[in-house]
């Protein structure tokens, strides 16, 4: 399946940004689903994950802050960004939360401080 990220950009710190991510058929309906985030020089990171029965888990450094839900009209997961850091710069993506398959393109978010 392919995994579309977008909404990334380039945001003040205290800002906040929405991602969304796209997938066909039925994949986000039968896999727990994470975001996670490439930082620059560092090792990609799990920071959200949604289980298929909508419960929640956080990194704790974006936990208060980021929020990731399921909209199953227009069958994305989205991730709600708030409070934006500098240090939360970094490419996103999305992928099933715990046997992640192919990587998408991901998504830039830059937040400048």
């Known amino acids: 399946v392919q995994l579309q990220a977008s909404g990334g950009g380039l945001v003040s710190a205290g800002g906040s940004l929405r991602l969304s991510c796209a997938a066909s058929?039925?994949?986000?309906?039968?896999?727990?689903m994470a975001w996670y985030r490439q930082a620059p020089g560092k090792q990609r990171e799990s920071v959200a994950i949604?289980?298929?029965?909508?419960?929640?888990q956080y990194a704790p450094s974006v936990k208060g802050r980021y929020i990731i839900t399921r909209d199953n009209v227009k069958n994305t997961i989205d991730l709600q960004m708030n409070s934006l850091r500098p240090e939360d710069t970094g490419v996103y993506y999305c992928?099933?939360?715990?046997?992640?398959?192919?990587w998408g393109q991901g998504t830039q978010v830059t937040v400048s401080s």
């Open positions: 992928n099933a939360a715990w046997r992640p398959g192919a």
């Open positions: 058929g039925r994949f986000f309906s039968i896999n727990d």
């Open positions: 949604l289980s298929v029965d909508d419960r929640t």
